[in-house]
Protein backbone atom coordinates (compact mmCIF):
# COMPACT_ATOMS: atom_id res chain seq x y z
CA UNK A 1 0.00 0.00 0.00
CA UNK A 2 1.43 3.32 -1.11
CA UNK A 3 2.40 5.64 1.88
CA UNK A 4 -0.30 8.16 0.28
CA UNK A 5 -3.07 5.86 0.82
CA UNK A 6 -1.83 5.07 4.46
CA UNK A 7 -1.91 8.50 5.12
CA UNK A 8 -5.77 9.33 3.78
CA UNK A 9 -6.78 5.92 5.68
CA UNK A 10 -5.68 6.82 8.71
CA UNK A 11 -7.49 10.65 8.27
CA UNK A 12 -10.40 8.79 6.94
CA UNK A 13 -10.88 6.37 10.06
CA UNK A 14 -9.91 9.21 12.91
CA UNK A 15 -12.61 11.56 11.00
CA UNK A 16 -15.06 8.99 11.56
CA UNK A 17 -14.24 7.48 15.17
CA UNK A 18 -13.83 11.85 15.90
CA UNK A 19 -16.40 12.31 18.62
CA UNK A 20 -19.21 13.82 16.60
CA UNK A 21 -17.12 13.13 13.58
CA UNK A 22 -15.04 15.33 11.50
CA UNK A 23 -17.26 15.52 8.23
CA UNK A 24 -14.71 18.79 6.75
CA UNK A 25 -11.92 16.25 6.47
CA UNK A 26 -14.37 13.19 4.96
CA UNK A 27 -15.37 15.69 2.48
CA UNK A 28 -11.84 17.31 1.28
CA UNK A 29 -10.68 13.61 0.43
CA UNK A 30 -13.51 11.46 -0.68
CA UNK A 31 -14.98 14.94 -3.14
CA UNK A 32 -10.89 15.73 -4.37
CA UNK A 33 -10.61 11.37 -5.42
CA UNK A 34 -11.80 9.69 -8.86
CA UNK A 35 -13.45 6.68 -8.05
CA UNK A 36 -10.73 4.88 -8.56
CA UNK A 37 -8.96 6.32 -6.23
CA UNK A 38 -11.59 6.12 -3.64
CA UNK A 39 -11.69 2.69 -4.28
CA UNK A 40 -7.67 1.72 -3.19
CA UNK A 41 -8.82 4.27 0.26
CA UNK A 42 -11.78 1.53 1.04
CA UNK A 43 -9.60 -1.29 0.43
CA UNK A 44 -7.41 -0.17 2.53
CA UNK A 45 -9.97 0.83 5.38
CA UNK A 46 -10.96 -2.82 5.02
CA UNK A 47 -7.32 -4.17 5.46
CA UNK A 48 -6.24 -2.19 8.13
CA UNK A 49 -9.44 -1.38 10.28
CA UNK A 50 -10.68 -4.75 9.17
CA UNK A 51 -14.49 -3.08 8.49
CA UNK A 52 -16.47 -2.13 5.18
CA UNK A 53 -15.74 2.09 4.69
CA UNK A 54 -18.74 2.53 3.43
CA UNK A 55 -20.86 0.65 6.23
CA UNK A 56 -18.82 3.07 8.54
CA UNK A 57 -19.16 6.46 6.79
CA UNK A 58 -23.07 5.03 6.61
CA UNK A 59 -22.98 4.81 10.63
CA UNK A 60 -21.06 8.17 11.16
CA UNK A 61 -22.97 10.15 8.21
CA UNK A 62 -26.54 11.37 8.00
CA UNK A 63 -28.81 13.18 5.50
CA UNK A 64 -28.15 15.22 2.40
CA UNK A 65 -24.43 14.86 3.08
CA UNK A 66 -24.45 10.72 3.58
CA UNK A 67 -26.24 10.17 0.18
CA UNK A 68 -23.17 12.53 -1.65
CA UNK A 69 -20.87 10.64 0.07
CA UNK A 70 -22.49 7.09 -0.28
CA UNK A 71 -22.96 7.83 -4.20
CA UNK A 72 -19.33 8.68 -4.25
CA UNK A 73 -18.54 5.44 -3.45
CA UNK A 74 -20.22 4.23 -6.52
CA UNK A 75 -18.91 3.81 -10.00
CA UNK A 76 -20.95 5.91 -12.17
CA UNK A 77 -22.82 2.57 -13.41
CA UNK A 78 -23.54 1.55 -10.32
CA UNK A 79 -24.82 4.57 -9.45
CA UNK A 80 -27.09 5.14 -12.19
CA UNK A 81 -28.61 1.74 -11.36
CA UNK A 82 -29.36 2.33 -8.08
CA UNK A 83 -31.37 5.40 -8.89
CA UNK A 84 -33.33 3.63 -11.36
CA UNK A 85 -33.72 0.67 -8.49
CA UNK A 86 -34.83 3.13 -6.28
CA UNK A 87 -37.05 5.56 -9.11
CA UNK A 88 -39.15 2.14 -9.21
CA UNK A 89 -39.23 0.35 -6.50
CA UNK A 90 -42.12 0.38 -3.85
CA UNK A 91 -45.40 2.31 -4.32
CA UNK A 92 -45.60 4.87 -7.33
CA UNK A 93 -42.61 5.38 -9.82
CA UNK A 94 -40.62 8.50 -9.89
CA UNK A 95 -40.56 8.69 -13.48
CA UNK A 96 -38.64 12.31 -13.37
CA UNK A 97 -35.75 9.75 -12.43
CA UNK A 98 -36.30 7.31 -14.79
CA UNK A 99 -36.76 10.24 -17.44
CA UNK A 100 -33.94 11.86 -16.86
CA UNK A 101 -31.33 8.73 -16.64
CA UNK A 102 -32.68 6.60 -19.42
CA UNK A 103 -32.75 9.48 -21.69
CA UNK A 104 -29.61 10.63 -21.09
CA UNK A 105 -27.18 8.20 -21.17
CA UNK A 106 -25.33 7.05 -24.35
CA UNK A 107 -24.96 3.12 -25.55
CA UNK A 108 -22.03 2.58 -23.96
CA UNK A 109 -23.29 3.62 -20.39
CA UNK A 110 -26.60 2.33 -21.33
CA UNK A 111 -25.13 -1.40 -21.87
CA UNK A 112 -23.19 -0.64 -18.49
CA UNK A 113 -26.00 -0.11 -16.38
CA UNK A 114 -28.25 -3.08 -17.89
CA UNK A 115 -24.91 -5.53 -16.84
CA UNK A 116 -24.61 -3.73 -13.59
CA UNK A 117 -27.95 -3.68 -12.72
CA UNK A 118 -28.08 -7.42 -12.68
CA UNK A 119 -25.37 -8.24 -11.04
CA UNK A 120 -26.41 -6.01 -8.26
CA UNK A 121 -30.17 -6.38 -8.62
CA UNK A 122 -30.52 -9.97 -10.03
CA UNK A 123 -32.85 -8.85 -12.31
CA UNK A 124 -33.47 -7.65 -15.74
CA UNK A 125 -33.58 -3.55 -16.22
CA UNK A 126 -35.98 -4.43 -19.07
CA UNK A 127 -38.09 -6.36 -16.58
CA UNK A 128 -38.40 -3.97 -13.93
CA UNK A 129 -38.94 -0.86 -16.58
CA UNK A 130 -41.94 -3.23 -18.49
CA UNK A 131 -43.77 -4.12 -15.22
CA UNK A 132 -43.74 -0.31 -13.06
CA UNK A 133 -44.08 2.20 -16.60
CA UNK A 134 -47.00 1.43 -19.62
CA UNK A 135 -48.18 2.86 -22.82
CA UNK A 136 -45.95 4.70 -25.29
CA UNK A 137 -44.20 5.70 -22.42
CA UNK A 138 -42.82 2.08 -21.53
CA UNK A 139 -42.11 1.73 -25.25
CA UNK A 140 -39.91 4.45 -25.16
CA UNK A 141 -37.96 3.71 -22.52
CA UNK A 142 -37.69 -0.04 -23.57
CA UNK A 143 -36.51 1.00 -26.63
CA UNK A 144 -33.96 3.44 -25.27
CA UNK A 145 -32.61 0.50 -23.41
CA UNK A 146 -32.28 -1.95 -25.67
CA UNK A 147 -28.65 0.44 -26.65
CA UNK A 148 -30.12 -0.16 -30.93
CA UNK A 149 -28.46 3.00 -31.16
CA UNK A 150 -26.43 3.61 -34.48
CA UNK A 151 -22.60 4.67 -33.56
CA UNK A 152 -21.98 8.00 -35.48
CA UNK A 153 -20.47 7.30 -38.87
CA UNK A 154 -17.91 9.72 -40.43
CA UNK A 155 -20.04 9.59 -43.81
CA UNK A 156 -23.08 11.81 -43.67
CA UNK A 157 -26.14 10.16 -45.39
CA UNK A 158 -28.53 13.05 -46.98
CA UNK A 159 -31.06 11.08 -48.03
CA UNK A 160 -31.55 9.62 -44.69
CA UNK A 161 -31.50 12.52 -43.32
CA UNK A 162 -34.57 14.13 -45.58
CA UNK A 163 -35.96 10.48 -44.80
CA UNK A 164 -36.14 10.65 -41.37
CA UNK A 165 -36.98 14.50 -40.93
CA UNK A 166 -40.36 14.06 -43.40
CA UNK A 167 -41.11 10.75 -41.57
CA UNK A 168 -40.89 12.91 -37.89
CA UNK A 169 -43.20 15.21 -39.50
CA UNK A 170 -45.84 12.56 -41.76
CA UNK A 171 -45.74 11.00 -38.17
CA UNK A 172 -46.95 13.96 -36.06
CA UNK A 173 -47.62 17.73 -36.80
CA UNK A 174 -48.95 17.17 -40.63
CA UNK A 175 -51.32 14.45 -39.36
CA UNK A 176 -54.72 13.78 -36.29
CA UNK A 177 -53.25 12.04 -33.82
CA UNK A 178 -49.00 10.89 -33.40
CA UNK A 179 -48.03 7.86 -34.55
CA UNK A 180 -45.79 7.59 -32.11
CA UNK A 181 -44.01 4.41 -32.76
CA UNK A 182 -42.14 6.13 -35.94
CA UNK A 183 -41.01 8.77 -33.74
CA UNK A 184 -39.92 5.96 -30.88
CA UNK A 185 -37.60 3.77 -33.72
CA UNK A 186 -36.22 7.57 -35.28
CA UNK A 187 -35.24 8.53 -31.80
CA UNK A 188 -34.03 5.19 -30.28
CA UNK A 189 -32.38 4.00 -32.97
CA UNK A 190 -30.46 6.59 -35.37
CA UNK A 191 -26.91 8.31 -34.10
CA UNK A 192 -26.90 11.73 -32.26
CA UNK A 193 -24.63 13.25 -34.98
CA UNK A 194 -27.41 11.88 -37.78
CA UNK A 195 -30.32 13.18 -35.55
CA UNK A 196 -28.91 16.95 -35.10
CA UNK A 197 -29.02 17.20 -38.77
CA UNK A 198 -32.53 15.53 -38.77
CA UNK A 199 -33.76 18.12 -36.52
CA UNK A 200 -32.26 20.93 -38.90
CA UNK A 201 -33.92 19.72 -42.06
CA UNK A 202 -37.31 19.08 -40.00
CA UNK A 203 -37.65 22.71 -40.23
CA UNK A 204 -38.23 22.87 -43.72
CA UNK A 205 -40.68 20.58 -43.12
CA UNK A 206 -42.56 21.54 -40.00
CA UNK A 207 -43.77 24.82 -39.24
CA UNK A 208 -42.59 23.96 -35.86
CA UNK A 209 -38.83 22.98 -34.06
CA UNK A 210 -38.85 19.34 -33.42
CA UNK A 211 -39.38 20.41 -29.17
CA UNK A 212 -42.33 22.63 -30.10
CA UNK A 213 -43.56 19.89 -32.42
CA UNK A 214 -43.11 17.19 -29.05
CA UNK A 215 -45.16 19.60 -26.88
CA UNK A 216 -47.82 19.79 -29.45
CA UNK A 217 -48.11 16.06 -29.88
CA UNK A 218 -47.80 14.44 -26.65
CA UNK A 219 -48.53 14.93 -23.19
CA UNK A 220 -47.25 13.43 -19.67
CA UNK A 221 -44.71 11.35 -19.10
CA UNK A 222 -43.93 10.63 -22.55
CA UNK A 223 -44.03 14.18 -23.97
CA UNK A 224 -41.26 14.78 -20.99
CA UNK A 225 -39.17 11.42 -22.39
CA UNK A 226 -39.14 13.07 -26.09
CA UNK A 227 -38.17 17.05 -24.65
CA UNK A 228 -35.01 15.14 -22.94
CA UNK A 229 -34.05 13.25 -26.05
CA UNK A 230 -33.94 16.30 -27.72
CA UNK A 231 -32.27 18.41 -25.69
CA UNK A 232 -29.72 15.82 -25.00
CA UNK A 233 -29.14 15.49 -28.58
CA UNK A 234 -29.11 18.87 -29.34
CA UNK A 235 -26.73 19.86 -25.89
CA UNK A 236 -26.74 17.59 -23.10
CA UNK A 237 -24.77 19.81 -20.85
CA UNK A 238 -26.76 22.61 -21.73
CA UNK A 239 -29.96 19.68 -20.30
CA UNK A 240 -28.14 19.14 -17.59
CA UNK A 241 -27.03 22.85 -16.56
CA UNK A 242 -31.01 24.04 -16.88
CA UNK A 243 -32.22 20.52 -14.65
CA UNK A 244 -29.59 21.99 -11.80
CA UNK A 245 -31.13 25.47 -12.09
CA UNK A 246 -34.61 24.75 -12.16
CA UNK A 247 -34.03 22.31 -9.36
CA UNK A 248 -32.27 24.48 -7.42
CA UNK A 249 -34.75 27.52 -8.25
CA UNK A 250 -37.73 25.42 -6.86
CA UNK A 251 -39.07 26.03 -3.60
CA UNK A 252 -37.06 23.86 -0.95
CA UNK A 253 -34.46 23.04 -3.74
CA UNK A 254 -34.95 19.76 -5.62
CA UNK A 255 -32.09 18.19 -3.85
CA UNK A 256 -32.72 14.76 -5.19
CA UNK A 257 -31.98 16.21 -8.86
CA UNK A 258 -29.13 18.38 -7.76
CA UNK A 259 -27.19 15.40 -6.08
CA UNK A 260 -27.70 13.11 -8.86
CA UNK A 261 -26.12 15.19 -11.06
CA UNK A 262 -23.54 16.64 -9.29
CA UNK A 263 -22.22 12.41 -8.51
CA UNK A 264 -23.28 10.74 -11.70
CA UNK A 265 -21.95 13.83 -14.12
CA UNK A 266 -18.82 14.69 -11.81
CA UNK A 267 -16.10 12.15 -13.81
CA UNK A 268 -17.87 12.44 -16.86
CA UNK A 269 -18.61 15.97 -18.23
CA UNK A 270 -19.27 18.42 -14.90
CA UNK A 271 -16.75 21.17 -16.07
CA UNK A 272 -18.88 21.15 -19.57
CA UNK A 273 -21.92 21.23 -17.85
CA UNK A 274 -20.33 24.09 -15.72
CA UNK A 275 -19.29 26.36 -18.67
CA UNK A 276 -22.97 25.94 -20.03
CA UNK A 277 -24.28 26.97 -16.96
CA UNK A 278 -22.63 30.41 -16.71
CA UNK A 279 -23.44 30.69 -20.52
CA UNK A 280 -26.90 30.39 -20.03
CA UNK A 281 -27.40 31.88 -16.28
CA UNK A 282 -24.77 34.41 -16.19
CA UNK A 283 -23.46 33.34 -13.12
CA UNK A 284 -21.38 30.30 -12.08
CA UNK A 285 -23.10 27.09 -11.12
CA UNK A 286 -20.49 27.59 -8.12
CA UNK A 287 -22.68 30.68 -6.81
CA UNK A 288 -25.60 29.08 -7.55
CA UNK A 289 -24.89 26.23 -5.09
CA UNK A 290 -23.44 28.49 -2.38
CA UNK A 291 -26.44 30.08 -2.32
CA UNK A 292 -29.13 27.55 -2.65
CA UNK A 293 -27.74 25.42 -0.41
CA UNK A 294 -26.22 24.62 2.82
CA UNK A 295 -24.15 23.21 5.63
CA UNK A 296 -22.03 20.17 4.92
CA UNK A 297 -24.29 19.42 1.88
CA UNK A 298 -23.02 22.70 0.60
CA UNK A 299 -19.30 21.75 1.50
CA UNK A 300 -19.56 18.76 -0.05
CA UNK A 301 -21.42 19.88 -3.36
CA UNK A 302 -19.22 23.17 -3.91
CA UNK A 303 -16.05 20.52 -3.10
CA UNK A 304 -17.25 18.16 -6.51
CA UNK A 305 -18.07 21.03 -9.06
CA UNK A 306 -14.41 22.26 -7.86
CA UNK A 307 -13.82 25.96 -9.71
CA UNK A 308 -16.13 29.06 -9.24
CA UNK A 309 -15.82 30.23 -13.35
Known sequence: ?????????????????????DEQTIIQI??????????EIAFAYERRAKKDMISALKGALSGSLETVILGLMKSTAQYDASEI?????????????????????????LLEIKQVYKELFKKDLEKDVAGDTSGDF????????????????SVVDYEKIDEDARALY?????????????WIAIMSERSVPHLQKVFDRYKSYSPY????????????????SFLTLVQCFENK??????????AMKSKGAKEK????IMVSRCEVDLKKIRSEFKAQYGKSLYQTIAEHTKGDYQTALLSLCGGDD
Not at 1 to 21: D, N, Q, R, Y
Not at 30 to 39: I, N, V
Not at 209 to 224: A, F, H, P, Y
Open 170 to 182: EAGVKRKGTDVKT
Open 138 to 153: AKLLLALVEAKRAEPS
Open 237 to 246: QLYFANRLND
Open 209 to 224: DMQESIRKEVKGDLEK
Open 1 to 21: MSLCMLTLFILIETAIKTKGV
Open 85 to 109: KASIKGLGTDEESLIEILCSRSNAE
Open 30 to 39: LTKRTYGQRR
Open 257 to 260: VVTR
